[in-house]
């Protein structure tokens, strides 16, 4: 397991489909720079803006459950 945000990025973003995204994000290219972004704050602990709040709690549940999995091996 690892503590790299960009490498858990990576496995958090392969587990994003389409029916998660906002409409019309779901097809378009910066898909994958606004999920890292939506990762990133999560990870650090930022504040999102009130518009993205419910589209930050994917990212946030994610990293709760991989912490949670992790704790529980060590």
Same mark, same amino acid.
């Given at each position: 397991?690892?503590?790299?945000?960009?490498? $858990? #990025?990576?496995?958090?973003?392969?587990?994003?489909?389409?029916?998660?995204?906002?409409?019309?994000?779901?097809?378009?290219?910066?898909?994958?720079? =606004? =999920?890292?972004?939506? #990762?990133?704050?999560?990870?650090?602990?930022?504040?999102?803006?009130?518009? $993205?709040?419910? =589209?930050?709690?994917?990212?946030?549940? =994610?990293?709760?459950?991989?912490?949670?999995?992790?704790?529980?091996?060590?």
């Amino acid at each position: 397991m690892t503590d790299n945000p960009e490498q $858990l #990025f990576e496995l958090f973003y392969k587990n994003v489909r389409d029916d998660m995204c906002p409409p019309g994000l779901r097809h378009h290219s910066y898909r994958y720079n =606004w =999920w890292r972004e939506r #990762f990133m704050n999560a990870y650090y602990g930022t504040k999102e803006p009130n518009s $993205l709040m419910s =589209w930050a709690e994917a990212p946030q549940m =994610w990293l709760a459950g991989y912490r949670e999995k992790r704790s529980s091996h060590d």
